[in-house]
């Protein structure tokens, strides 16, 4: 039984205690919306105070060369590798998740000849099928969709790429990805795997799976701020076949030759597009050290410990609440996500209590755990906040009904 002495032990014996203390956050709030925006670093502000005083204020455009802005995308690619099993070669931090989707799908279809459709399943995160549909109008894919136990049986000769999410965005569901990669290669399929919703929190062996392509966010689990850049990555074996679409002049072998000619860089700086975001990839930087910093290993053991303290804390609290993530910690991704036809209001009164989770339509509750920083005690007060939101009734309040722009 769940109870506010066992979550303070817990807490206690956390070995990843202390590295709270280096986030923001704010006094009286229960944060559980690490799974959408991470939470500030301290030692983010200070960062970008030096990047924008020294580096850009004092050091203006030399700074590409003596701050070393230029490589900026390749480093901070080669700090998120080891958190999704990859070689630091293999991953770069660049664009958004949804312009690498675009690039990778169409790089994919070009090393699939003969083959135009891209298979995933439905319900799966909205950019990601909008990226197939967008490639579709054009006339370069074809959009196929399977329900998750029907994927493997509609790998046919035909299917160029599987595109899958992770862990699903709505339940937490986690998909087998060595076992879903080995039978779409066993089909002559590639995989693109989108880790926005693992990166950071869940573990990844992009490298142990022998995965394709993959992307990810860098504003959840890693911290980088609201619209952080994204990461790719492309296994080594594929570089060279890989055309990637978008083939601006960062993305170019010698970008300052200024040649009329586009030519590819050599490996995955060919993934490169437009002149990189230097402010936005410097937060990022110091999201992904303080992650990288705490390990995956001991990441993923508190992120069990925390859902499943939370998952026994909200059936005692709400017993009545359906819980539709996987029961197995081990098949599911750092959140715990309830069903409830007024979702919706029941979020408002819990931000209105302190307690930040958030809602994705048309009638779930998520509450992302972020092992960085989320405590036991956290978890407890949201079950107990929960409880009585529910029993009150207060979420009737026609102010929480009230659909603000973002959900």
Same mark, same amino acid.
């Given at each position: 039984m769940s109870n506010l002495p066992e979550a303070r032990a817990l807490d206690a014996a956390d070995p990843l205690r202390s590295w709270r203390g280096?986030?923001?956050?704010?006094?009286?709030?229960?944060?559980?919306?690490?799974?959408?925006?991470g939470a500030l670093p301290l030692g983010t502000a200070s960062r970008l105070g030096e990047v924008m005083r020294r580096e850009w204020g004092e050091g203006l455009i030399r700074s590409w060369n003596t701050a070393d802005w230029i490589s900026l995308p390749r480093r901070v690619g080669a700090m998120i590798a080891p958190l999704v099993g990859a070689a630091p070669h293999e991953v770069i931090a660049c664009d958004s998740t949804s312009v690498n989707l675009f690039k990778l799908i169409a790089a994919a279809l070009a090393m699939r000849p003969g083959r135009k459709v891209v298979l995933s399943e439905p319900g799966n995160f909205p950019t990601d099928l909008y990226m197939i549909a967008g490639l579709?109008?054009?006339g370069l894919a074809e959009r196929?969709?399977?329900?998750?136990a029907e994927l493997v049986a509609a790998l046919d000769e035909d299917v160029a790429l599987l595109l899958l999410t992770h862990v699903h965005y709505k339940t937490g569901a986690m998909h087998d990805m060595a076992r879903l990669t080995r039978a779409a290669h066993d089909a002559g399929a590639l995989v693109l795997w989108d880790l926005s919703h693992s990166a950071g929190a869940v573990p990844v062996d992009l490298t142990g799976c022998e995965a394709d392509l993959a992307v990810g966010c860098g504003y959840k689990y890693l911290n980088g701020g609201p619209g952080a850049p994204a990461f790719a990555f492309v296994a080594?074996?594929?570089?060279?076949?890989?055309?990637?679409? #978008? $083939?601006g002049w960062m993305?170019?072998?010698?970008? =300052?030759?200024?040649?009329?000619?586009?030519?590819? /860089?050599? @490996?995955?700086?060919?993934?490169?597009?437009?002149?990189?975001?230097?402010?936005?990839?410097?937060a990022l930087e110091e999201?992904?050290?303080?992650?990288?910093?705490?390990?995956?290993?001991? #990441? $993923?053991?508190?992120?069990?410990?925390?859902?499943? =303290?939370?998952?026994?804390?909200?059936?005692?609290? /709400?017993? @009545?609440?359906p819980c539709i993530s996987p029961e197995d910690p081990t098949a599911r991704g750092s959140q715990l996500s309830f069903r409830h036809p007024e979702a919706y209001a029941i979020c408002q009164a819990l931000i209105a209590r302190g307690v930040i989770g958030d809602f994705r339509d048309p009638d779930i509750l998520r509450l992302g755990l972020a092992p960085a920083y989320t405590r036991f005690e956290d978890c407890w007060n949201a079950a107990q906040a929960l409880g009585e939101v529910l029993e009150s009734g207060e979420w009737e309040r026609p102010e929480y009904r009230q659909r603000a722009a973002v959900t």
């Open positions: 280096l986030f923001a956050l704010p006094p009286g709030v229960v944060y559980l919306d690490g799974n959408s925006l579709e109008a054009q196929r969709l399977a329900p998750r080594e074996r594929h570089h060279e076949a890989l055309q990637q679409p #978008l $083939t993305g170019h072998a010698a970008p =300052f030759a200024f040649t009329d000619d586009y030519a590819p /860089a050599s @490996g995955i700086d060919r993934l490169l597009t437009g002149t990189p975001p230097i402010l936005a990839l410097a999201g992904v050290k303080l992650i990288a910093g705490i390990g995956m290993e001991r #990441l $993923t053991t508190k992120s069990r410990a925390l859902s499943e =303290f939370l998952r026994a804390a909200i059936a005692e609290t /709400a017993p @009545g609440l």
